[in-house]
């Protein structure tokens, strides 16, 4: 079977594995509002019921490129962050793409505040991935002939892929790769050997990346790269299979255990002191260990020996160590 295009599940998994990231990225007037410690309350199910509220079955079912989260803030109210990616451009019954926007935005409201009797926010923000104007909507705008104000008007904030400036980006933050990764496909021709050169050229900054903070992102990053620079020649796929197999670490991993493993996981990180050195440390310790159980039965000293490092920078080090170390023996060589 031929492979296909999946840009939502490319999307899908950079949007869990980067929830804070995204946020920081998207809302950054709101990030250092939210009260991290208390994680945040996924309200995918919700979202999932909208979606079949407004489009037919097949529809939705295709539409996963989305995510809704509730944060708390730190003054204990609270806010509802609802976060579209638009994958190509829109086209459907609809003159503009900000009315799509605007009825999730009504949606959610009525479902909350009317069903479910919560008075939280709610802000949206939609990621434009595909080249050109159309469809690049900020705001919609209700009007009628007959009177000269705007009778409605409703805005949400963007990102476009095509036009953000990387340097804008904090360095720390995983993303920057992301969008780097995903304007390199809007810039690149459309034959297997440009995506096989481009693909190969991000695999080999994605092997020496180190801003990850833990296994899901890795992988989530991996995911998406395999996803965005589909090959079809089967030649050259064969060519970066190769490659793969030659670097080890994560590139040995098919797509499909890389998204196997990464949704098993992806609610492991909600919860977490974010942000916090302690909730940093026992994070890396449990990656190293989860990455070490795969190479090898990890016997009692190996266990005490990392649950006794504290120093995070040592640990950051052995988790890089355990991504590609091909067993247990190999992985005490290289941490001595």
């Not at 296909?4 to 929830?19: G, N, P, R, S, V």
């Not at 609802?82 to 019954?93: K, L």
């Amino acid at each position: 079977m031929a492979k296909k295009h999946d840009f939502d599940a490319a999307w899908k998994t950079i949007l869990e594995a980067f929830e804070v990231e995204i946020v920081e990225l998207l809302f950054p007037e709101l990030f250092d509002e939210i009260n991290w410690e208390l994680g945040t309350e996924s309200l995918d199910k919700e979202l999932q019921e909208i979606q079949k509220e407004i489009f037919d079955k097949d529809s939705s079912e295709r539409i996963i490129s989305d995510k809704i989260i509730k944060v708390r803030l730190k003054d204990k109210g609270s806010k509802i962050l609802f976060i579209h990616v638009e994958v190509q451009s829109y086209s459907s019954g609809y003159k503009i793409f900000g009315e799509r926007m605007f009825r999730y935005f009504y949606r959610i409201w009525d479902k909350f505040r009317y069903k479910y009797e919560d008075t939280s926010e709610i802000v949206a923000a939609a990621i434009y991935t595909y080249k050109g104007e159309r469809g690049k909507d900020k705001r919609y705008i209700y009007r009628l002939p007959e009177i000269e104000r705007d009778i409605l008007v409703y805005n949400f904030k963007t990102i476009d892929v095509e036009k953000i400036k990387l340097e804008n980006i904090n360095d720390d933050n995983p993303l920057k790769l992301v969008f780097k990764m995903a304007q390199r496909l809007l810039e690149i021709g459309v034959t297997d050997e440009e995506k096989y050169k481009t693909k190969i050229e991000l695999a080999e900054e994605l092997k020496n990346y180190h801003k990850v903070k833990n296994n899901e992102q890795i992988r989530a990053l991996v995911d998406f790269l395999e996803y965005l620079f589909l090959i079809e020649d089967p030649d050259l796929e064969s060519k970066y299979e190769e490659y793969k197999k030659l670097n080890g670490g994560v590139f040995k991993l098919t797509i499909d255990d890389i998204r196997k493993i990464h949704y098993e996981q992806k609610g492991r990180e909600e919860g977490r002191e974010e942000g916090r050195e302690e909730g940093a440390i026992l994070a890396r310790r449990e990656d190293i260990l989860e990455n070490l159980n795969e190479i090898g039965r990890v016997n009692d000293d190996i266990i005490k020996m990392v649950n006794e490092e504290s120093d995070i920078e040592t640990l950051r080090k052995w988790l890089k160590v355990s991504i590609v170390a091909e067993n247990l023996q190999d992985f005490i060589d290289k941490i001595k």
